[in-house]
T-cell receptor, first 115, second 114 residues
């Protein structure tokens, strides 16, 4: 049982390059989330999705785009990477209408550095 | 907009003692869920405990308990009988049931001393 898998685990980009982070879950969860974690700031919500084909903005969506074409996958894209996007990115997923006893399952994170 | 506040950036606690981590939240929604997560130095996020806004009793999970004071909008985590393995960052989070947005506080670093 893989749970939530994030790909890649590490990446170094140059300013202006683009890339896509992949989050895959095998638990048939409806909700999926993308966060970034920076020192002293906790986890900040970038975008989230409540089901296949739907996405919504979180607290810090600028500079990022997402897609949820398949229920099990949630993609986070950086069209033109900036040094301010250097961070650790976490993906999480959970069940619909059952968050009371089904907490969010997190991936192991992607460490992204923009030079 | 909802806001989660953890006012203690870092805390030290002696092994076997209890420690309370503060969390206050701000929302006008009547239905929401409150979570605590642990993040050790290895980086993974570990779910600890959950409290629903309509739950009448405070949640408990082993050595973890949540002191939920709805009128004060606080959801403090109590760790009893601290162990060295409890040294980690702890995050409070809130899930709104109207739009399923999950937001986190800035976290509290706990260091357990032998």
């Amino acid at each position: 049982n893989a749970g939530v898998t994030q790909t890649p685990k590490f990446r170094v980009l140059k300013t202006g390059q683009s890339m896509t982070l992949l989050c895959a879950q095998d638990m048939n969860h409806e909700y999926m989330y993308w966060y970034r974690q920076d020192p002293g700031m906790g986890l900040r919500l970038i975008h989230y999705s409540v089901g296949e084909g739907t996405t919504a903005k979180g607290e810090v969506p600028d500079g990022y785009n997402v897609s949820r074409l398949k229920k099990q996958n949630f993609l986070l894209g950086l069209e033109s990477a900036a040094p301010s996007q250097t961070s650790v990115y976490f993906c999480a997923s959970s069940y619909l209408q059952d968050y009371s006893n089904q907490p969010q399952h997190f991936g192991d994170g992607t460490r992204l550095s923009i030079l | 907009a909802q806001k989660i506040t953890q006012t203690q950036p870092g805390m030290f606690v002696q092994e076997k003692e209890a420690v309370t981590l503060d969390c206050t939240y701000d929302t006008s929604d009547p239905s929401y869920g409150l979570f605590w997560y642990k993040q050790p130095s290895s980086g993974e996020m570990i779910f600890l405990i959950y409290q629903g806004s309509y739950d009448q009793q405070n949640a408990t999970e082993g050595r973890y308990s949540l002191n939920f004071q709805k009128a004060r909008k606080s959801a403090n985590l109590v760790i009893s009988a601290s162990q060295l393995g409890d040294s980690a960052m702890y995050f409070c989070a809130m899930l709104r049931s109207n739009d399923y947005k999950l937001s986190f506080g800035a976290g509290t670093t706990v260091t357990v001393r032998a």
